[in-house]
């Protein structure tokens, strides 16, 4: 776990984006201790465990390395599925903190999960970029999975406990557990967007979700867009009060909606770019991809929010105006299989790799394709040695919560060097002002973006790097937990609603 000498005063903001007045000292958000003297409890879809050959170890991710040592000090459990359908696993126990499984079967898998959070929710909040699937089959499994995680905290939450649940797949969980639970102190962290209410309000079952949501004492937004249409669609949709400084007032209860932008493990990326093997590695790939000028490079689960296509056409047209050489300039783009049941995702994959075949198959040399793509996981490290082998960076979403892939591309730059090329419409283009940002969906903004980030003078591009590395030292995922508990620790459990 890294260590946080600057960490910031807890970032509770008004939903246009000020600090508000309730903040929290920096002396009780110390990264090291659980932020809250209470047990705290996490639900989220997923347990943090993989199966492994000799049982389970915690999964790869700053989010679990983050939460795990706090909840191992706290004495706190977590809740989540194990990813296998019908696996009703006994509680169990992996370095010192506590899981407890919530059983799937193989028809909510498909209903809850692959259908109504990842063919309804996720597309409706990430600006309604394919049509969602609206059926009331697959709303009943989300209301009967999310009312199973809501039975499986209240028995196993401590009295007075903080329980803090995550993501779009658990919204109705908070409300759930409120009327069974009065005594918990609940949050929420929602890591996508929150949509306008527009597009929100399109959903058959609005009024439950906010409602469902309703029940947490704090909310949690990557960006003060979200927590502002969070707050408007409360208002527009149940009439609910709120105020600028991000509090909601509904039938004797109160929210919070804040704003807390997550990141990533800096001091983990750093010492893993820093070592010997990482720079052996990172040579021995620019050597393979033929020694080019420059590697531009795309890393992202293969979803169609996230742009890859876009950014392969628009990298075909630059080299079809010659902006751009083949021989000098060369793309790799790592895609990371992802709810490969879903229609959506299967087209997605099938019209990335007619591209790629496309652009190799007209302006690729024997034995140096100009575009090298790989449909796969890979191992952390192999991931940070090719961050410090781009050169440019492409993260180019049309819609993203935050985007932890262009926070981990600056911090593996110990180099000092690097251009990132940043979309307007990540999350993580509120902090990362120095990237190179651009609209994605102007094709001609995007390749001027691609060309100007290719050329872009050294003295400049070391000047930007240094700016986006201060930033993302200053707030790491350990300080981001610790605010949020601290937060959540700070505000006082609302009534049943
Ligand atoms: P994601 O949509 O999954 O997360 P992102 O924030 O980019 O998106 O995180 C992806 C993670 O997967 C990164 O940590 C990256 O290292 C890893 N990864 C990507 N491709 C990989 C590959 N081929 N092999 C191995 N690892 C790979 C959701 C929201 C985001 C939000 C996060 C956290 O959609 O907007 O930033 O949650 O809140």
């Known amino acids: 776990m890294s260590d946080t000498p600057d960490l910031p005063v807890v970032e509770r903001r008004r939903t246009d984006g000020t600090p508000a007045d309730r903040t929290i000292p920096p002396a009780e958000l110390d990264p090291l201790r659980a932020p809250t003297d209470r ?52 509680p169990f126990s992996v370095e010192g903190v506590d899981l407890h499984p919530v059983a799937v079967s193989a028809e909510e898998m498909e209903l809850y999960y692959e259908g109504f959070s990842n063919d309804a929710l996720w597309p409706l909040y990430h600006d309604a970029l394919r049509e969602s699937t609206y059926s009331g089959e697959q709303w009943d499994a989300y209301q009967a999975v999310n009312e199973r995680f809501a039975i499986a905290l209240a028995n196993i939450a401590p009295e007075n406990s903080v329980v803090w649940i995550h993501d779009y797949q658990l919204q109705l969980v ?66 609910a009060d709120t105020d600028p400084d991000g509090t909601i007032r509904l039938d004797g209860g ?26 052996q590695r990172t040579s021995q790939i620019r050597a393979r991809l033929g020694d080019p000028e420059v590697i531009m490079l795309g890393v992202d689960r293969l979803d169609y929010t996230k742009g890859i296509g876009l950014r392969l056409k628009a990298f075909a047209q630059l080299l079809e105006d010659e902006r751009l050489d083949p021989t000098r300039h060369v793309m790799v783009q790592v895609a990371t299989p992802t709810r490969e049941a879903v229609e959506h995702y299967q087209d997605e994959r099938a019209e990335i790799e007619r591209l790629v075949g496309e652009i190799n198959g007209r302006f690729s040399r024997i034995g140096l394709p100009v575009v090298h793509y790989l449909y796969q996981t890979l191992p952390y490290d192999e991931l940070v040695a090719l961050y410090r082998a781009g050169d440019v960076m492409l993260v180019t979403p049309f819609r993203d919560g935050m985007n932890l892939v262009a926070k981990e591309y600056c911090a593996a730059h110990i180099d000092g060097d690097g251009v990132l090329v940043l979309s307007e419409f990540a999350g993580a283009a509120d902090e990362l002002t120095e990237a190179v940002q651009v609209n994605p969906h102007d094709d001609r903004a995007l390749q001027d973006a691609i060309v100007e980030a290719v050329e872009m003078h050294r003295h400049e591009r070391r000047g930007r790097m240094e700016g986006l590395r201060n930033q993302i030292r200053k707030s790491d995922v350990q300080g981001w937990a610790a605010r949020f508990l601290a937060a959540l620790d700070a505000t006082t459990p609302t009534t049943t609603p």
Not at 260 to 274: N, R
């Open 39 to 90: 047990p705290i409890v996490i639900a989220a879809n997923r347990l943090p465990v993989m199966r492994t050959d000799d049982g389970w170890s915690p999964s790869p991710g700053g989010l679990v390395r983050a939460l795990y040592p706090m909840l191992r000090e706290s004495g706190g459990t977590w809740v989540g599925w194990t990813g296998d359908a019908d696996d009703a696993a006994e």
């Open 174 to 239: 908070p409300a759930m557990l409120r009327r069974q639970r009065p005594d918990l102190t609940i949050g929420f962290f929602l890591h996508i967007p929150f949509p306008p209410a527009e597009l929100f309000t399109r959903l058959p079952w609005r009024d439950e979700i906010i409602q469902g949501l309703l029940g947490c004492d704090l909310i949690g937004f990557q960006r003060p867009k979200d927590a502002a249409n969070f707050q408007a669609a409360a208002s527009q949709l149940l009439d």
């Open 254 to 279: 109160t929210t919070i909606a804040g704003v807390f932008p997550i990141s990533i493990d800096v001091t983990e990326v750093e010492e893993i770019a820093a070592g010997r093997a990482t720079r």
